[in-house]
Structure formats: structure tokens, C-alpha cells
């Protein structure tokens, strides 16, 4: 069996009253991520990890933010595309593990459905699927909460 790990990083800017959807869930908060798509940073970070982990470029390569028709777009509907590239390379993923930071709101009340909604678009099993959650102790654009990072790493197997 070979083996590959991939890393994806996503940063997106919060607006004042904008929909705030990570991991394909949707939080109350009076600000959300501002971008072409749905800016899901969590979606977005777990997408460049599949893709690095199987050298199948990034999400902007794939989804560029110039092509409208990625213009508000479902970022699980991407993340169902970065597992069918992958998977007509003779990929599948192992697993996923990723971190969130921002300030607010608190993540561990969604973290549940973040999971189902990620198993559903990449066959995985919930167990085999991590989120986890950190502030940036009010330091920096993430302190001030103009913007929100995630950060996932992936691995990929093939037989």
C-alpha cells in the first residue's frame, strides 16, 4: 500500500452580518467569512490537503475565484470534487485532521455536524475525521475577528 499526507491552509476575511458556514454547517454569529464561494475555510483547507497529498495543484487551480461558476458555491460540492479527482487517480483518503482558529463563536457545539457533513462528501467514517478549535488569544486580525484560518491535513492510500 503507498501512502501520502497532504496540508492545506485557507484564510478568510469576516464580514458584519454575512452567513458563516464551516465544515459545511452554518453558525450563528453576527459576522461570517466573506468570499467567492461560501468562504468555508474548513472546507477549503481540507480541499488543498487532498489535492497536495495526491499533486493535483489547489482549490484555486481547480476553483479559480475568477470563474463564476464556483460564485457562491456550496464548498461541499468542492470537496465531493477534490474526493472524485483523487479517487480517478486511484486515491482514497484515510483520514482527516484539521484546526479552526478564530475568536467566536465557540466550535464545539457544531463539531457534530461538521463531521456528519464531511463524512457524507468524502465516504469517510465520522472517527476517522478530527476538528479541533483554537483562539488566537485576541493577538492579530483572528484577535480583532476580521479574519478566520483553518488549517487540515489528510492522508491518502492507494492498494
Not at 461570517?32 to 484555486?60: R, T
Not at 475568477?66 to 474526493?83: F, H, Q, R
Amino acid at each position: 500500500m503507498k501512502i501520502k499526507v497532504g496540508f492545506g491552509f485557507d484564510v478568510h476575511q469576516m464580514r458584519e452580518g454575512h452567513p458563516f458556514f464551516v465544515g459545511g454547517v452554518q453558525l450563528d454569529h453576527h459576522s461570517g467569512a466573506f468570499g467567492h464561494s461560501d468562504a468555508d475555510v474548513l472546507v477549503h483547507a481540507i480541499c488543498d490537503a487532498i489535492l497536495g497529498a495526491a499533486n493535483l495543484e489547489d482549490i484555486g487551480y481547480h476553483f479559480p475565484n475568477t470563474d463564476p461558476a464556483w460564485k457562491g458555491i456550496n464548498s461541499l460540492v468542492l470537496l465531493e470534487e477534490c474526493v472524485r479527482l483523487i479517487g480517478d487517480k486511484g486515491w482514497n483518503i484515510g483520514n482527516i485532521d484539521a484546526m479552526l482558529c478564530l475568536e467566536a463563536p465557540k466550535i464545539k457545539p457544531y463539531i457534530a455536524e461538521m463531521k456528519k457533513k464531511l463524512a457524507a462528501s468524502t465516504g469517510l467514517d465520522i472517527e476517522d475525521i478530527s476538528i479541533k478549535a483554537t483562539t488566537n488569544e485576541t493577538m492579530g486580525f483572528i484577535g480583532r475577528e476580521e479574519g478566520v484560518v483553518a488549517y487540515a491535513v489528510c492522508l491518502i492510500q492507494k492498494d
